[in-house]
C-alpha cells in the first residue's frame, strides 16, 4: 500500500481529516477529488482538486490510496456510495486513527474509519467499514458498531449496546446498557436512549426555552443573592 493519499471531498470534513492526514501520519495528501458539477476552483488547501469521474487516469490506483472524507448527508448513505465507487476504480482504502485516540489494541475496525484524538473506546468493541468517530465520544465494552455511522463529539454509548448502521448520533446523545439502536437511526442532541429502537427511528430532546429575563437582569438578580 502506497503512502500517497487523495482525498474523496472538499468540505469541512475534509479540511479536518487533511488538517490530520498533513500533521499526524505516515501519509502524503497530493489530491482532493469530487464530482466535476461540484468543482468550482482548481486547488484545496493548496493542493488539485481534480474531478473524481477522472481521478483514477490522473492519480493512478496502483501509486495512490483513498480516504472518502464526506460528512453524514442521507444518513451517511453518500459518504458510503464514494466508497464504494472508489474501490471500483481499484484504489486502496485507509483508514485513520489518530495517535492519541487511546483505542486499545484490540479494537477491530474496518475501511475507511475516522477516530479522532481523545476518545474512550473500551477492549471487545468492534465498529463497521466508514464509521467517524470524534472527540469526546465513549464507546464501552462488548458494543458493536454497524457500518457508516457517525458519532458527533461526546456521544456516550454504554456496555453491550448494538448500533445498526447508517445511524447518526449528536452531540451528547447516550445509549444506555445492552440496548440495539436499529439501521438508519437519528438520535439527537442530549437524547437519551434507554430501550431498544427500530430502523429509522429518531430520538429529538426538545431545545432548553429561553428564559424570561434578559441576561442582564438575570445577572443582576443573582447578584442580589449573593
Given at each position: 500500500m502506497t503512502n500517497k493519499l487523495i482525498i474523496c471531498g472538499a468540505g469541512n470534513t475534509a479540511d479536518v481529516l487533511y488538517h490530520f492526514f498533513s500533521r499526524q501520519s505516515e501519509y502524503e495528501v497530493v489530491a482532493f477529488t469530487v464530482d466535476k458539477k461540484y468543482i468550482h476552483t482548481?486547488?484545496?488547501?493548496?493542493?488539485?482538486?481534480?474531478?473524481?469521474e477522472k481521478v483514477e487516469s490522473l492519480y493512478?490506483?496502483?501509486?495512490?490510496?483513498?480516504f472518502v472524507a464526506i460528512g453524514y448527508s442521507r444518513q451517511n448513505k453518500l459518504?458510503?456510495?464514494?466508497?464504494?465507487?472508489?474501490?471500483?476504480?481499484g484504489y486502496s482504502i485507509i483508514s485513520y486513527i489518530?495517535?492519541?485516540?487511546?483505542?486499545?489494541?484490540?479494537?477491530?475496525y474496518g475501511e475507511n474509519c475516522f477516530i479522532m484524538n481523545d476518545v474512550h473506546i473500551h477492549p471487545h468493541v468492534s465498529i463497521g467499514d466508514n464509521v467517524f468517530i470524534w472527540s469526546g465520544t465513549i464507546?464501552?465494552?462488548?458494543?458493536?458498531?454497524g457500518n457508516n455511522c457517525?458519532?458527533?463529539?461526546?456521544?456516550?454509548?454504554a456496555g453491550n449496546a448494538t448500533i445498526g448502521s447508517n445511524c447518526f448520533f449528536a452531540i451528547n446523545s447516550t445509549v444506555t446498557?445492552?440496548?440495539?439502536?436499529?439501521?438508519?437511526?437519528?438520535?439527537?442532541?442530549?437524547?437519551?436512549?434507554?430501550?431498544?429502537?427500530s430502523d429509522g427511528s429518531v430520538m429529538i430532546e426538545a431545545a432548553t426555552k429561553k428564559?424570561?429575563?434578559?441576561?442582564?437582569?438575570?445577572?443582576?438578580?443573582?447578584?442580589d443573592k449573593i
Open positions: 482548481e486547488k484545496f488547501n493548496g493542493l488539485p482538486l481534480v474531478p473524481f493512478h490506483p496502483e501509486m495512490h490510496s483513498i459518504r458510503s456510495e464514494k466508497l464504494l465507487e472508489s474501490k471500483k476504480k489518530h495517535p492519541n485516540s487511546g483505542v486499545p489494541s484490540d479494537l477491530i464507546i464501552c465494552h462488548h458494543s458493536s458498531i457517525w458519532f458527533t463529539s461526546g456521544v456516550n454509548i446498557n445492552d440496548v440495539k439502536v436499529g439501521n438508519r437511526c437519528l438520535i439527537g442532541a442530549n437524547a437519551l436512549v434507554n430501550k431498544d429502537v428564559y424570561a429575563l434578559d441576561s442582564d437582569k438575570f445577572l443582576d438578580l443573582k447578584n
